[in-house]
């Protein structure tokens, strides 16, 4: 069965990581996706290893399920092209800095002239408005910007330069796929397109949940191991014997009382609901103590079937040979582009009515 998105042709002009990675997840789902690539313009997923053979593993990941069309946006013919193209594919993503695709004369305005259904989403790091609009930046800029690093960390340390894109991904890249499917919808309601300003930086300070609800309702500015969910309670990683680490966010009074009787603190299981910073350190410290008693294995096998929350840190290849993530099929074979299968992440949505698990 074909994916649910197979109605959307979209043309892709982005490069790196946000704008390709939306519309993976679009072409996973079942859209049709042409990559706009610029010859001259060297992607830097493209040259980044490590190289699986000649293929750059990420750049192989991030193009699967797309066709390529190479075209030097400077040229006469390339503009032309684009502007046939447009009229059969109803759907644009760009991630160039605001006012570049206007000066290459294939900007929203002049595509909605062909083709007024279109949706034209720009993916950009501040946005279309604002004095920073024209700025360059990164994904640890924007988390810094938008306020998220300051929460995030070690109080002695700093904030932690992430292992994941926050910014990019769930900013850039899930706030355009969602801004996208919104618009098809109202597409379908009033025939009309529309241009979606995505900026990672918003997203980056939408995503300040909790955090943000604490600092502009309730004027309590977090800090780094400060807050409940930060480091500034019990709810945190351990080390173990072997220098592994275990996560527990025993936060619930069940789950809490049971993992203090599992490591034989029951007399301890009232200073994990208490307000008091002192008797959580002191938990805390337990805790430390407690856990590096063990190794890492030891204790996956005494709370294999607690219901605690406790849970191993796990490296990638590890998690992709987790049971859960084996079974719920996390893992996917993909042809590399010279018929030699590819081990990638799979797609992570599920819909009752299945999609396709061709790649």
């Not at 830097?44 to 399920?65: E, I, Q, W």
């Not at 993503?93 to 002049?110: A, H, K, N, S, W």
Request: with cysteine; aromatic share 6%; net charge negative.
């Amino acid at each position: 069965m074909a994916g649910p998105l197979t109605s959307l042709k979209i043309l892709d002009f982005s490069t790196l990581l946000p704008g390709p990675y939306a519309t993976m997840l679009l072409a996973d789902m079942g859209a049709e996706v042409l990559r706009v690539e610029a010859p001259d313009r060297v992607d830097l997923t493209k040259v980044m290893p490590p190289f699986d053979g000649k293929f750059a593993t990420a750049f192989s990941y991030l193009t699967r399920g797309k066709q390529t069309l190479p075209l030097n946006l400077k040229q006469a013919e390339a503009v032309e092209r684009v502007k046939e193209l447009v009229k059969e594919y109803d759907i644009v993503i760009e991630q160039f800095r605001p006012g570049v695709m206007d000066r290459l004369g294939i900007g929203y305005e002049t595509l909605k002239a062909i083709n007024p259904k279109l949706i034209y989403c720009a993916i950009t790091g501040y946005g279309q408005t604002g004095p920073y609009r024209d700025r360059a930046g990164h994904d640890i800029n924007y988390l810094a910007l938008a306020g998220v690093s300051s929460h995030c960390g070690r109080a002695d340390s700093g904030p932690p330069p992430l292992g994941i894109q926050v910014a990019d991904v769930a900013g850039g890249s899930h706030h355009a796929v969602m801004g996208i499917l919104a618009a098809v919808v109202q597409r379908q309601q009033t025939g009309e397109g529309q241009f979606i300003d995505i900026s990672m930086t918003d997203a980056a300070f939408a995503m300040n949940a909790m955090a943000g609800a604490a600092a502009l309702a309730g004027g309590q500015e977090q800090k780094p191991e400060s807050a409940l969910l930060n480091g500034g309670s019990f709810y945190d990683y351990y080390r173990t014997q072997d220098n592994r680490w275990l996560s527990i966010g025993s936060l619930e009074p069940q789950f809490s009382a049971r993992l203090c009787e599992t490591l034989g603190l029951a007399e301890m299981k009232g200073h994990a609901l208490s307000q008091d910073p002192k008797q959580q350190q002191q938990l805390k410290a337990a805790l430390r103590d407690k856990v590096a008693e063990k190794t890492l294995a030891e204790w996956q096998k005494i709370f294999a079937d607690q219901d605690a929350c406790v849970e191993p840190v796990l490296t990638i290849s590890e998690a992709a040979e987790h049971p859960q993530l084996k079974a719920r099929g996390m893992v996917v074979e993909v042809d590399r582009g010279d018929g030699v299968m590819q081990r990638q992440i799979g797609l992570p949505i599920r819909l009752s009515v299945q999609i396709s698990r061709e790649y």
